[in-house]
């Protein structure tokens, strides 16, 4: 039986946590392999373990994954979490960039230069309240379901309410005039899986310390 997925990254949400997320709503535990200095990463390239010398990296089932997107697909693919044909499937893709748009801009605001924090939040929360949350809403109002698409869980749903949780973050009143997302948010929250993950100490916080968001940037030379 293949061992557990071997996640490397470093200790930090960045790209590998929508992989952290989705494999636990699938019930799959995994390990981590920290990266803690810029000789963890080296060590990786020399070894040839990253294609494109870059992570995150997945260790699964005997292959050496890289690429978030691929990675994401592999796994839902793997535990039914991708619709039951291509039609959910298109969908589920469509929602999903649209997740990773908003998701990025959040994530990506911990490198922001703090002269240009304030707008870019406020441009985060415009967006947010005015463009996604409202497109999500039309989506569960109109398809009528427990679910984003089809009728049983899917990745798309899981990649949304890490979304919610890093918005209420953000803003713990934006999702206010959402109730459906609200109650979407709920109904996921207290599936097993997820409310495991949902325990303090699973997920990785936003990192507060300056000196942590300085050595993030250069190890991984963001811009
Ligand atoms: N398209 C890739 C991008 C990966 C990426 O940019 N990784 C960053 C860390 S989040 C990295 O390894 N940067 C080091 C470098 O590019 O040299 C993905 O989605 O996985």
Request: charged share 30%; hydrophobic share 40%; with cysteine.
């Amino acid at each position: 039986m293949a061992g557990k997925p071997v996640l490397h990254y470093f200790n930090g949400r960045g790209r590998m946590e929508c992989i952290r997320w989705l494999l636990a709503a699938a019930g799959v535990e995994f390990e981590e392999k920290f990266i803690e200095r810029p000789e963890d990463l080296e060590k990786l390239r020399k070894d040839g373990k990253l294609m494109f010398e870059q992570v995150p990296m997945v260790e699964i089932d005997g292959m050496i994954l890289v690429q978030t997107r691929a990675i994401l697909n592999y796994i839902a693919t793997k535990y039914d979490l991708y619709g039951k044909d291509v039609k959910e499937r298109a969908l589920i893709d469509m929602y999903t960039e649209g997740i990773v748009d908003v998701t990025e801009m959040i994530l990506q605001l911990i490198l922001c230069p703090p002269d240009q924090k304030e707008a870019k939040i406020s441009m985060i929360k415009d967006k947010t309240k005015n463009r996604y949350l409202p497109a999500f809403e039309k989506v569960l109002k109109s398809h009528g379901q427990d679910y984003l698409v089809g009728n049983r869980l899917t990745r798309v749903d899981i990649h949304l309410l890490e979304l919610l949780l890093y918005i209420e973050e953000l803003d713990s009143s934006l999702l206010a005039p959402f109730p459906l997302l609200k109650a979407l948010k709920s109904r996921l929250s207290s599936l097993p899986n997820v409310k495991k993950f949902l325990q303090p100490g699973s997920q990785r916080k936003p990192p507060v310390d300056a000196k942590q968001i300085e050595e993030a940037r250069k190890m991984f030379k963001f811009e």
